[in-house]
Every structure is written in C-alpha cells, then in structure tokens.
C-alpha cells in the first residue's frame, strides 16, 4: 500500500470512528435518560442471576461492544459493504423530533414493565384476532402498540438503537457481509432475496446500498410496518414489499436463492420457529442461503450470559428465555439445511445455512 492509499485508509478510520463514536454517545446518552426517567430497570421479585452464570461483568460487555466496531471497519476495509453514512446534518431535525417521541413514551413503557403488562394491545382496535395470531399480539419490549400502529412504527428503530447504545445497525450489518459473501462473482440482477420480518425495512435499505439492482422482497406481518418499509425503500422500484406471516409465506416454492432473517426468532414461540424454517426451506432454491442474526444465545460469548439471561426479567420478550437455550441445528438438519458459517458480534449472532439440493 503506497502512502497515499495509507492516508487515505487512516482518514477513512478517523471519520468513521467519530461518526460512530459520536451516534454512540447520543444514543447511549438517551439511554441513560430513560432510566432515570423510569422506575429502575430492576423490579422487586424478579428471579435472580443463576449461579452458572456468575454475575454480570460491564468489563466482558464493553469488550463485545468494542470488538463490533473492529469487526465492522474490518468488514468496510474488505470491501464487504461501504461505510455507513449515517451521522448527517440534514438529518438532525427529524433526529432529534423521534428523540423526544422516544423520550415522550418511556413512562409509557416503563408502567408496563413495572405492572407486567405486556398484552394491552389485545384490546385496542388494530389486533384483530382474525388477522393476527395471539403470540403476536402483544406489546413485545413494553413498547406501546406492539407492533400494530403507525406511533409505533416511527420509533421502533430508534428504541432499538437506544437500547443497544448506537450499535443496533452495526450488528445488522454483520448479516450484510455474509450477503456480500454470497454475492462475490454474482449478477445481482439475477438473485432474488428475500428480507423476513422487515419491519420498517431499516435492513433492507441497507443491503440495496450496497447492491442496488438486486430483486428483493420484504415481507412483515405488520401492516404499519410495512406502510413504512415501502417508503423507506420507494428509492428501488424493483423491491417487493408485502405483508405476511414467517409462517405461513405467501410464496410459490423454490423461488428465491437468499433469505435473510434479522432478530425474528427469539419472538417467536418454538412451534412457530419450526413452522418458519420449514417455510424457509420451501421458498428457497435448493443450494439457496439462509441467514440468520439473532440474540446470542448461553455459551456464545464469554461473560455475556448474565445479560441474556436479564433481558426477558426487564423486557417483556415472553419467548426469550426458551430461546437462549435452543438449538436451531437439528431443526434446520431436519429440514434440509447444513451449517456454514457462525459469526458473534456483541449481542448477535450470525449464521449461514445452506439448503441442500
């Protein structure tokens, strides 16, 4: 590498560790003010840590958390995907309006938590019990609306992104290189992807920045959700933005070579997870790709139990703890897929699967 490629590479570091470094600060800056706005994370009664687990070390989270951002610069500089261009000064406006709707809707959320509730949507307009299933119907994480209302819809990536101090679409973005993997040497117009469980379509637009021409799909069952995934993605005329169940896919078999799955299947109820890769399988080419990112699960990274274990005591995530011990191996075996790849990246995990033929 000649000098000027050297300076060029280190500015490239520089910009984006500000820019990262700074949505890290305000987001984890809003954390800190929804706590203290909250009655305390902690609630009297919960179940304590489990012994195996030890007690939860800040230092094993802070290295997990650093380690994702070396993680991403590493996968920018090999060209899997370019760096983000997501600290912007036109943007600061709305920014800053979804900050003080996220802020406006913590007491909301923590009178939830501390009263249990975590189905109050079952009695509001939009959770028709005809249309939706009742493990749906619920107000995962507390949020108001669950997933059934336009309110809800506008702040959901930014609650993830406060939750997860500013590395929410950075773990994403782990899911984004193994697309870039599979692509390498591809005609992207010739691939068909679909997105499962998009939700406001945040990930989607990702991956078609950096494959523009790719035919894709995204597909959620919220029709508030998808509302907004088909703004967010009107830039792509080519992508096919749809309402459905994992479940039950409203698609002809064999008919995409790559499905992505971003953090869908720790809400879901083990039944349900085992129906969704059977569908998986049924849509997707043989030899086709499944990608998976999800919670990380017991054992993934040392010190980080503790953690995992806590999120469903202080979160409403009623399938979260059934989770953290599954297996997805002898389902996905089952159901025709075989292991490839397995990457962690603080509080995710990413795993390739490949069909058989």
């Not at 700074?22 to 984890?28: I, N, Q, V």
């Not at 923590?110 to 493990?135: H, L, M, N």
């Amino acid at each position: 590498m000649g000098l000027f490629d050297t300076t060029t590479a280190n500015l490239g570091r520089a910009r984006y560790a500000a820019a990262q470094g700074l949505r890290s600060a305000f987001y984890g800056a809003q954390y800190a003010v929804a706590r203290r706005q909250s009655a305390g994370f902690n609630r009297p009664g919960e179940a304590p840590f489990r012994p195996e687990h030890g007690k939860p070390d800040p230092r094993a989270l802070r290295r997990a958390f650093f380690r994702l951002w070396a993680q991403d610069r590493a996968n920018i500089e090999a060209g899997l995907y370019a760096a983000p261009n997501d600290v912007r000064l036109r943007d600061l406006v709305s920014t800053l309006k979804r900050s003080q709707a996220f802020l406006r809707d913590v007491r909301e959320v923590d009178r939830r938590r501390v009263s249990r509730s975590g189905v109050e949507v079952r009695q509001g307009p939009g959770a028709d019990p005809e249309r939706y299933p009742a493990y749906y119907r619920q107000n995962f994480h507390y949020q108001t609306d669950g997933w059934l209302s336009d309110d809800s819809a506008r702040l959901y990536d930014h609650q993830v992104e406060t939750l997860f101090t500013g590395a929410g679409d950075a773990m994403r973005r782990m899911a984004l290189a193994e697309i870039s993997r599979e692509l390498k040497g591809r005609d992207q117009r010739a691939v068909r992807l679909l997105d499962l469980a998009c939700g406001t379509g945040r990930f989607t637009a990702q991956i078609l920045r950096t494959f523009p021409k790719l035919r894709a799909s995204a597909l959620d069952l919220s029709p508030n959700y998808t509302a907004r995934a088909r703004k967010a993605l009107a830039p792509w005329p080519q992508v096919d933005v749809m309402e459905g169940a994992a479940e039950a896919l409203p698609l002809e078999d064999e008919s995409f070579d790559l499905i992505v799955s971003v953090y869908l299947f720790h809400e879901l109820p083990v039944k349900i997870r085992e129906k969704a890769i059977a569908e998986a399988a049924r849509i997707l080419k043989p030899g086709g790709l499944f990608i998976v990112a999800d919670s990380l699960q017991f054992g993934d990274t040392e010190g980080l139990d503790p953690f995992l274990e806590y999120f469903p005591e202080g979160f409403h995530e009623p399938y979260y703890k059934q989770f953290l011990g599954w297996d997805f191996e002898p389902v996905m075996r089952a159901t025709g897929f075989q292991p490839e790849r397995l990457e962690t990246a603080f509080l995710t995990k990413v795993r390739t699967w490949r069909l058989g033929a």
